[in-house]
């Protein structure tokens, strides 16, 4: 059944997904004023437990490696950085959306899972690339590319499992299934999403454009690299988003990214070896 629709229809009355934790909004809005100090945001996190919980059991797994255990938020702050811990508290806060989605359709714990390998490795990816200090960004861009997919799963479950099983049986794309059947992609609700959330323009762009790197104008390198590590979470099987069909990484990634191509050789081993414990330390259903 093919059907037509908007991003923001499929949005309407999904109130877990209508706006962004409160405690992140308090952080983001501490970052970006010049007058706050790390205490200011650490008071905030602090507020959460939920948050600070979640924080703590990252910042001391695998994520980092730190040799010495860091337990109070004010010297996670001062170690990682403000913006970084910022980018983290979303990444992280994105766990409250994995409910809700049909156990039937996809496992949430799979879908999970494959939204974890892909921040990794995007961060892996930025930090062997040297792509700049908040290689944070990275992962929480990795982390939520596929929140619009999340939308279908809710809101439109049978039509999502038709979609599922028409690419399990013809080998399309599920991208280009889903902007048959309903007339845009879950890219597209990825995007009008960080509209409404007024996230950083980066993260538009990486959600946006992921499965189309070369049409990404401002932020290419974050773009290419959540495309590469997408690729390669499936290509390892660690978690499954629904897909059954991923074409092979278009030559003109490298290019536009300055990534070199040598990453796909070393990137996998460095993901095993964080992989099971950030899962662990945020897996919360």
Known sequence: MI?????ETLLKDLVELSSLPFTYIKINKAVNNPRSSTKDISDIISGDPNLTARLLRLVNSAFYGFQSKIDTVSRAV??????????????TSVTRLFKGVPEDLISMESLWRHSVACGLAAKILATVSRCGTNVERFFTAGM?????RLVIYKKIP????????????SKEPLYLVEKEVIGFDHSDIGRTLAQSWNLPPSLEEVLAYHHFPWEAK???????????????????????????YIPPLDEKVWELSGIPVSVL?????????EFEDVVQSLWEI
Do not use: F
């Open 3 to 7: 059907i037509r629709k908007k991003p």
């Open 218 to 244: 401002r932020y290419p390198v974050e773009t290419c690299a959540v495309h590469i590590a997408d690729y390669v979470a499936h290509e390892m099987h660690l978690g499954d988003s629904g897909t059954w």
């Open 144 to 148: 939520i590319h596929d929140i619009g």
């Open 265 to 273: 050789s070393t990137t996998p081993e460095q993901l095993r070896t």
């Open 78 to 91: 001062a170690i990682v950085g403000t913006q970084q811990i910022r980018d983290l508290a979303l990444a």
């Open 158 to 169: 049978e039509t999502a499992r038709d979609m599922i099983l028409r690419c399990k049986e």
